[in-house]
Nanobody, 125 residues
Framework: QLQVVESGGGSVQPGGSLRLSCAAS????????IGWFRQAPGKEREGVSC????????NYADSVKGRFTISRDNAKNTVYLEMNSLKPEDTAVYYC??????????????????WGQGTQVTVSS
């Protein structure tokens, strides 16, 4: 059974950094596309970043390009989202998703079948 669990959320001041982790179990994450999504109160879930199968391409939402970096550690079966220069508008629950698609056309929640429970990120002074 495919499962993913997020961790690493928290509260930071604007300009700060956090690293989110998406730990996979029941499957080798390097063989699956992994996506990061977020949902702020009163807003729809939006795609933040995704990474294709190992060695494949990555994609980022325009709002996070140059600030966020997605990466894999295949030995740990974990995907990371490094978030720098955080802004108040980055405040949301962040979700990891697996078993989907990562293309240059966009990052779509409907493409992914397996979801974690989410981790809260709050950026505030």
């Amino acid at each position: 059974q495919l499962q993913v669990v997020e961790s690493g959320g928290g509260s930071v001041q604007p300009g700060g950094s956090l690293r989110l982790s998406c730990a996979a179990s029941g499957f080798k994450s390097e063989y699956y596309a992994i996506g990061w999504f977020r949902q702020a109160p009163g807003k729809e879930r939006e795609g933040v970043s995704c990474i294709s199968t190992s060695g494949g391409p990555t994609n980022y939402a325009d709002s996070v390009k140059g600030r966020f970096t997605i990466s894999r550690d295949n030995a740990k079966n974990t995907v990371y989202l490094e978030m720098n220069s955080l802004k108040p508008e980055d405040t949301a629950v962040y979700y990891c998703a697996a078993d989907g698609r990562c293309t240059g056309w966009g990052i779509f929640a409907s493409d992914f079948t397996t979801w974690g429970q989410g981790t809260q990120v709050t950026v505030s002074s």
